[in-house]
């Protein structure tokens, strides 16, 4: 069973549109993340969420919303996409923790790429 | 949050050893020091993590000084298959759970 998953894998679409990407875990993780990981592979944390609640909020356009509609899902929807969006998003969850140590479990990715 | 700071790209050639430095000067004091090890078209995967001194598990071996301000992942005898990114990662699931810097990544290409 695939631990974080993600759909779709590849999402191709026009400047102005609006898209979502679904992210999925079945680890029983309280935290999730968003990242973005541009063509230089530079790996970007967007938003953190745990327990549904929004913990980080990245430098971020406000375009981009998360939504958390429980322990298990974070989805990522984008308005009024742009050339600049295109990149490959990935989704993370990692156990909540009494201490500081943690493991991060990412999801394949999701190319988009905005034309 | 702690910055950290990589090789962008090493070199190796089947069954050699690797080391990978990260330097990260900010560290916190809660901060743990994590790796994970990236292929083409998958998302990183955990490979080892360390808070100080030296940890080893099936895959690697991270060496940590005492000042915590950088950090060493060690492959061991590389083969082929270890071509991938390799991402140092300070930070920790604190009460701002999940504040974590990812480094730039090093890009390892193994040769045969």
């Known amino acids: 069973d695939t631990a974080v998953s993600q759909t779709p894998k590849y999402l191709v679409t026009q400047m102005g549109n609006d898209k979502s990407i679904k992210c999925e875990q079945n680890?029983?993780?309280?935290?999730m993340y968003w990242y973005k990981q541009d063509s230089k592979k530079f790996l970007k944390i967007m938003f953190s969420y745990n327990n549904k609640e929004l913990i980080i909020n990245e430098t971020v356009p406000n375009r981009f919303s998360p939504k958390s509609p429980d322990k298990a899902h974070l989805n990522l929807h984008i308005n009024s996409l742009e050339l600049g969006d295109s990149a490959v998003y990935f989704c993370?969850?990692?156990?909540?923790?009494?201490?500081?140590?943690?493991?991060?479990?990412f999801g394949p990715g999701t190319r988009l790429t905005v034309t | 949050l702690a910055k950290t700071t990589q090789p962008i790209s090493m070199d190796s050639y089947e069954g050699q050893e690797v080391n990978i430095t990260c330097s990260h000067n900010n560290i916190a004091t809660n901060d743990y020091i994590t790796w994970y090890q990236q292929f083409p078209s998958q998302g990183p995967r955990f490979i080892i993590q360390?808070?100080?001194t030296k940890v080893t598990n099936e895959v690697a071996s991270l060496f940590i000084p005492a000042d915590r301000k950088s950090s060493t992942l060690s492959l061991p005898r590389v083969s082929l298959s270890d071509t991938a990114v390799y991402y140092c990662?300070?930070?920790?699931?604190?009460?701002?759970?999940?504040?974590?810097?990812f480094g730039d990544g090093t890009t390892l290409t193994v040769k045969p």
């Open positions: 360390g808070y100080k």
């Open positions: 993370a969850s990692s156990p909540a923790s009494a201490g500081y140590k943690y493991e991060q479990y």
């Open positions: 990662l300070v930070g920790g699931h604190n009460t701002n759970a999940g504040k974590s810097t």
């Open positions: 680890l029983g993780h309280d935290t």
